[in-house]
Structure formats: structure tokens, C-alpha cells
């Protein structure tokens, strides 16, 4: 059967009874949201006003971004292993023959190995959460700070090797 068909079997009235009118317009719903939110007084955006960077939220994203950094260095060097001619030895001899200075050594190996050693300190701080161990706020706090120092010791000391 034709739509027309279907529709006139049924009486106009019936065709309509599902419909509901509007009592307002879409304008008219947005003003009134607007002028609710207003006159409530909310921050429009809770990223501005309420949410101020804390120690935990900083080191999430640094973790995260750590190990990033390290999946795609393994992945370069990796890569890099497989398509550069010549060996391990070659390579450190090239860096050798270039005459940086220890200072620019030091400081290469201090950002090679810091990710590392980020990653590394704060994944036990996770496994420790895991446990159920430091999920308080003033632990949270300490737990970082801990990380963060011996982050900065353990690679002073391994750059320093």
C-alpha cells in the first residue's frame, strides 16, 4: 500500500493525536538556559575556575608523556639499529670524533636517561596504589615528591657514569 493509501483509512483527527505541540520555541529554550546559568552564577568553563594544576595531575601527564618519549626512542632506535650502516662501536666513535664538550655529554645523557628514570619511579609509585597504599591526598603529595627527587638523583647519577 501507498502512504497516501494508509493514511486515508485513518480519520484526520487520529492522524495527529501522537503530535504534541511546542509550547516554546528553540530560541526561546536557549535564552532560558543562558539566563539559568547566569543568574546561577556557574563558571562557564570548570577548566578556568575550578580545576588549578596540582602536583598529581602534572605527573600524570608527565608519566604519560614519559612513556610516550620511550616507546617511540626504543622504536627509533630499534629502527635505526636495523637501517644505518656499521655498528654500535662505529657510532660511538663518530660522537667521540665530534670533541663535545663534557658538559654537553653530560647534559645529553642526563635527558636521555631522566625520562627513564621518571617513568620508572613513578610506575612503583603506581604499583603502590595498586596495593592500596599512599591514595591519600597529603600521601599523594609526599609520594610525588619522593618521586621527583629520586628521579633527579637517580639520573644525575646514572648520567654521570
Not at 503530535?19 to 539559568?36: C, H, Q, S
Request: with cysteine; proline share 6%; hydrophobic share 45%.
Amino acid at each position: 500500500m501507498m502512504r497516501k493509501e494508509l493514511y486515508s483509512c485513518f480519520p484526520p483527527w487520529s492522524r495527529y493525536r501522537s503530535a504534541v505541540p511546542l509550547g516554546t520555541t528553540a530560541k526561546e529554550e536557549m535564552d532560558r538556559f543562558w539566563n539559568k546559568n547566569i543568574n546561577s552564577k556557574r563558571p562557564l568553563s570548570p577548566h578556568i575556575t575550578i580545576y588549578s594544576w596540582s602536583l598529581p595531575m602534572m605527573m600524570s601527564i608527565t608519566h604519560r608523556g614519559t612513556g610516550i618519549a620511550l616507546s617511540a626512542g626504543v622504536s627509533l632506535f630499534g629502527l635505526a639499529a636495523l637501517l644505518l650502516p656499521g655498528n654500535f662501536e662505529s657510532h660511538l666513535e663518530l660522537v667521540k670524533s665530534l670533541g663535545l664538550g663534557p658538559t654537553l655529554i653530560h647534559t645529553a645523557k642526563f635527558a636521555l636517561v631522566f625520562p627513564l628514570m621518571y617513568h620508572t619511579w613513578n610506575g612503583i609509585r603506581h604499583l603502590m596504589w595498586d596495593l592500596g597504599k599512599g591514595l591519600k591526598i597529603p600521601q599523594l603529595y609526599q609520594s610525588g615528591v619522593v618521586v621527583l627527587v629520586l628521579t633527579v638523583l637517580s639520573s644525575v647519577g646514572l648520567a654521570a657514569m
